[in-house]
């Protein structure tokens, strides 16, 4: 059963899109299957330079099927211009399916996350905005809308008109703003659901048809395992399971169809938003200079919401811990490249707590920001990696780093990425 799980293994970005575009002429189907436009996935293939936030980064394959999983909250108007705009690419969107079960972020909920935000004052999540946690807390709520109800306007009108009215008492009220006016709301909802029409449908007898016939099938994760509701750095994290726990609930495979857990990790460590870093570099830093890689298209900037990451050493406590929370047994390493300049790189082996060497990060946010990282020094290669496609033919120092990140995360490498382009890959061991 070669169904392969492949999540981000840190706190987003990793560059879990650019793997799956890669992988995908490799499986006969991916699943997105959690998260919403909070997402940003870079591809850089034959097509151009994408940012995706709600097409499954396989699309650009011509054979394989895409599943936009019930997992994933979807924003209508966010997902039809992403459509259009990779149509007007040559990009073919036949093979894009999107699980009537998938739940709707509407207008309410972004109004919502904005002003949770402002209302947090210095203690905001940094949020990217986009109505995700709001959306999810709906659909839990039991108040949620699901692509299925675009379809059928007596069911919409129907479900969103008391949920209208409640959320217009919480705006107005509450937060003192204007009403979401509901006729309106209604008719542009309707409307999105004729432009998604041809996509939206019951996935659940293409999924099980593929794994009845044993077809490679990838599941792609959007945020990453330390922005999981229950085991990241709550309350600093995403509404929803990004790990592989949360890839078989949002994508309809049951827990033991899933063969492996690829997860990817950057060879350092960034974080966009609030919440704790513990090897956190300064802005001053000059290794921070170098991992920011200013100037380039692959620049340490957000995808979504251009906001620059915060950059630092690679956690082995944090990686190691995301292994064992998820079952990663094969890595995906990525931006190898962009340590090539460095002389000395660091990594983050333990947290000392006052007198005591810990070695798995503290639950509560109160003591993760207390803890003070033990670091262990490699030396650097200071060669250019990116033309480089035969892991035996990097160079040695780079060969070590690698075995060491392994080691300490404790899974094998399947696949380093030294450069942002589909071809920068280098093969090490296959999933499928
Ligand atoms: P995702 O959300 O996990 O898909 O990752 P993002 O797309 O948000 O961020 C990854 C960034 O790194 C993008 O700008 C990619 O183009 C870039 N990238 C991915 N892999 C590599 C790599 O191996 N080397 C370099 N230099 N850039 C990479
Ligand atoms: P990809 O799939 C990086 C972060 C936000 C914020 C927190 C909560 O591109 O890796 P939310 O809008 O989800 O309520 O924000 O989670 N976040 C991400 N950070 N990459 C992402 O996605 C993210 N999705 C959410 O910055 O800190
Ligand atoms: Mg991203």
């Given at each position: 059963m070669p169904l392969v799980a492949l999540i981000g293994g840190q706190w987003g970005d990793e560059g879990k899109g650019r793997i799956v575009d890669w992988m995908a002429s490799r499986a006969a189907m991916v699943i997105r299957y959690g998260g919403g436009n909070n997402a940003g996935h870079t591809v850089v293939n034959k097509?151009?330079?994408?940012?995706?936030?709600?097409?499954?980064?396989?699309?650009?394959?011509?054979?394989?099927?895409?599943?936009?999983?019930?997992?994933?909250?979807?924003?209508?108007k966010v997902l039809i211009e992403e459509l259009d705009m990779l149509r007007e690419h040559g990009v073919d969107l036949s093979r894009l399916y999107i699980s009537d079960r998938a739940h709707i972020i509407m207008p309410y909920h972004i109004i919502q996350d904005r002003l949770q935000e402002r209302d947090r004052g210095d203690n905001k999540i940094g949020t990217t905005g986009r109505g995700i946690g709001p959306a999810y807390a709906d659909k839990m709520s039991r108040i949620g809308i699901r692509a299925g109800d675009l379809l059928d306007q007596e069911t919409l009108l129907s479900r969103l008109k008391p949920v209208v009215e409640e959320k217009n008492q919480i705006l107005t009220r509450l937060y003192g703003v204007k009403a979401v006016p509901m006729t309106e709301t209604f008719l542009a909802y309707v409307r999105y659901g004729v432009r998604l029409m041809e996509h939206i449908t019951n996935v659940h007898s293409m999924v099980q048809r593929e794994l009845a016939r044993d077809s490679a099938i990838l599941l792609e994760g959007a945020q990453g395992a330390l922005l999981d509701v229950d085991y990241g750095t709550y309350p600093y994290v995403t509404s929803s399971p990004p790990g592989a726990a949360g890839a078989a609930q949002g994508s309809g495979v049951g827990p033991s169809r899933i063969r492996s857990v690829m997860g990817v990790f950057k060879a350092y460590s960034t974080r966009v938003g609030e919440g704790p870093f513990p090897t956190e570099l300064s802005d001053e830093d000059p290794n921070a200079e170098v991992l920011r890689q200013s100037g380039t298209p692959w620049a340490e900037v957000g995808a979504t919401t251009g906001r620059p990451r915060r950059l630092g050493w690679f956690d082995a406590v944090m990686a190691r811990y995301s292994a064992e929370v998820n079952g990663i047994d094969i890595l995906a390493i990525t931006k190898l490249d962009v340590l090539d300049t460095l002389p000395t790189i660091k990594i983050c082996i333990a947290y000392r707590m006052g007198d005591e060497l810990i070695d798995t990060p503290p639950s509560s946010v109160a003591n993760l920001v207390k803890i003070e990282p033990v670091y262990e020094e490699m030396p650097?290669?200071?060669?250019?990696?990116?033309?480089?496609?035969?892991?035996?033919?990097?160079?040695?120092?780079?060969?070590?780093?690698?075995?060491?990140?392994?080691?300490?995360?404790?899974?094998?490498?399947?696949?380093?990425?030294?450069?942002?382009?589909?071809?920068?890959?280098?093969?090490v061991n296959d999933v499928f």
């Open positions: 097509f151009g330079t994408f940012k995706l936030h709600l097409v499954p980064s396989g699309i650009f394959d011509p054979t394989t099927m895409n599943i936009i999983g019930h997992g994933v909250v979807i924003d209508p650097g290669w200071l060669t250019p990696t990116t033309g480089i496609r035969d892991f035996y033919r990097l160079p040695m120092q780079a060969q070590a780093y690698l075995a060491r990140l392994c080691e300490l995360i404790g899974a094998r490498l399947g696949i380093v990425s030294v450069g942002p382009e589909r071809d920068h890959t280098i093969l």
